[in-house]
T-cell receptor, first 115, second 112 residues
Framework: DGGITQSPKYLFRKEGQNVTLSCEQNLNHDAMYWYRQDPGQGLRLIYYSQIVNDFQKGDIAEGYSVSREKKESFPLTVTSAQKNPTAFYLC??????????????FGSGTRLTVV | RKEVEQDPGPFNVPEGATVAFNCTYSNSASQSFFWYRQDCRKEPKLLMSVYSSGNEDGRFTAQLNRASQYISLLIRDSKLSDSATYLCVVNNPTGGGNKLTFGTGTQLKVEL
């Protein structure tokens, strides 16, 4: 079955360390996204990519970096510059040609905790 | 002003009740509208799209008022399994793609 896979499910990181969250999809979707969710808050867009080798900053890109070398993969690196990295990170993919957004599929998320 | 605003709740309702959620959005150029459901500590899942003509899926009815930039979701005969957070979501076009903006969600708790 096609889907989007995030790993790991839980991640603990020491302060000052960089960490990379994995996101892989086999849906043949062109666009991929990273969102962050904090308790009591909505999803906030970190980065998105509409095509391989291209990506744009979202609303809260500071302290994060991404790459899009393959269509299937969109890893997110949380750097030591990110002041409050503890959060629930969600990756999503979509088919831009799906006008009504039915192609917007989420992975099951990664819970990052800085210790 | 937030792009998408929702009452955070929680809405505590008895089983069988009818409950209505509202949402407003600020970008008049927004093209598509959705309700997503998110269970505790899980990813959001698409519940239904929202059209100006209104659309219904079983016990769920969604409505869009473009003039007022207002979206609603009505749940009839609520079940315990409806307990979740309901996210109002707006699609703002961006250079040929689509980028969804999420409200903070309205929490629903259905009780016996």
């Amino acid at each position: 079955d096609g889907g989007i896979t995030q790993s790991p499910k839980y991640l603990f990181r020491k302060e000052g360390q960089n960490v990379t969250l994995s996101c892989e999809q086999n849906l043949n979707h062109d666009a991929m996204y990273w969102y962050r969710q904090d308790p009591g808050q909505g999803l906030r867009l970190i980065y998105y990519s509409q095509i391989v080798n291209d990506f744009q900053k979202g609303d809260i890109a500071e302290g994060y970096s991404v790459s899009r070398e393959k269509k299937e993969s969109f890893p997110l690196t949380v750097t030591s510059a990110q002041k409050n990295p503890t959060a629930f990170y969600l990756c999503a993919s979509s088919n831009p040609r799906a006008v009504n957004g039915y192609g917007y599929t989420f992975g099951s998320g990664t819970r990052l905790t800085v210790v | 002003r937030k792009e998408v605003e929702q009452d955070p709740g929680p809405f505590n309702v008895p089983e069988g009740a009818t409950v209505a959620f509202n949402c407003t959005y600020s970008n008049s150029a927004s093209q598509s509208f959705f309700w997503y459901r998110q269970d505790c500590r899980k990813e959001p899942k698409l519940l239904m799209s929202v059209y100006s003509s209104g659309n219904e899926d079983g016990r769920f009815t969604a409505q869009l008022n473009r003039a007022s930039q207002y979206i609603s979701l009505l749940i009839r005969d609520s079940k315990l399994s409806d307990s979740a957070t309901y996210l109002c979501v707006v699609n703002n076009p961006t250079g040929g793609g689509n980028k969804l903006t999420f409200g903070t969600g309205t929490q629903l708790k259905v009780e016996l």
